[in-house]
């Protein structure tokens, strides 16, 4: 099974700052890794497939780079919408795995 | 809009079984593969099982291989989860969610609310 480890794992910046999330792959997973953000209580929701692909409704401060077996999630400028738990989620190889998650606090 | 509402969950002794539902609406549920994903209390996610749109292929993480069995109705645009066998390690918040494609490989682009389960005796 493909690990991911999510780097770091607690995060602290105000709004306005720029965020940048570390996902890396135990083995090559191509570009088949998307990014998922959760906030208490709610499920979570995809905001990139593919690496790279933003989801539908996402916005543009949030993008996605890598492959094979390194991976970032940058959000441009942040919002206080934006703090939460972010994952990372592999499909290349079976079965799906997730990483441990990121957590994005308010400092 | 895309809804996905589960239902099924709740307290069960180790070793019974339960049976979870998902009514999705929204969306051509026949063109979409759908999953089970868990989340422990305060935990991570964890993918269960995935299913593709017709039901030609299912697939299983290995903590429930043999025990739990995905399928799908799409004539009532209904997605189960039959967990058999249930241990504590089960516990978990258990999200239905829609795949970005036919295949039980894709993402998940659409979640619902959770159901809990808890294997407690």
């Known amino acids: 099974e493909v690990v991911l480890t999510q780097s770091p794992a607690t995060l602290s910046l105000s709004p306005g700052e720029r965020a940048t999330l570390s996902c890396r792959a135990s083995q090559s997973v191509s570009s088949f890794l998307a990014w998922y953000q959760q906030k208490p209580g709610q499920a979570p929701r995809l905001l990139i497939y593919?690496?790279?692909n933003r989801a539908t409704g996402i916005p543009a401060r949030f993008s996605g780079s890598g492959s094979g077996t390194d991976f970032t999630l940058t959000i441009s400028s942040l919002e206080p919408e934006d703090f939460g738990v972010y994952y990372c989620?592999?499909?290349?190889?079976?079965?799906?795995?997730f990483g441990q998650g990121t957590k994005l606090e308010i400092k | 809009e895309v809804q996905l509402v589960e239902s099924g969950g709740g307290l069960v002794q180790p070793g019974r079984s339960l049976r979870l539902s998902c009514a999705a609406s929204g969306f051509s549920f026949d063109d979409y593969s759908m999953h089970w994903v868990r989340q422990a209390p305060g935990k991570g996610l964890e993918w269960v099982s995935g299913?593709?749109?017709?039901?030609?292929?299912?697939g299983y993480a290995d903590s429930v291989k043999g025990r739990f069995t995905i399928s799908r109705d799409n004539a009532k645009n209904s997605l189960f989860l039959q967990m058999n066998s249930l241990r504590a390690e089960d516990t978990a918040f258990y999200y239905c969610a829609k795949g970005t494609s036919q295949y039980e490989s894709s993402f998940q682009n659409c979640w619902g609310q959770g159901t809990l389960v808890t294997v407690s005796s």
């Open positions: 989620q592999q499909r290349s190889n079976w079965p799906q795995t």
């Open positions: 299913i593709t749109w017709n039901s030609g292929s299912m």
């Open positions: 593919d690496a790279s």
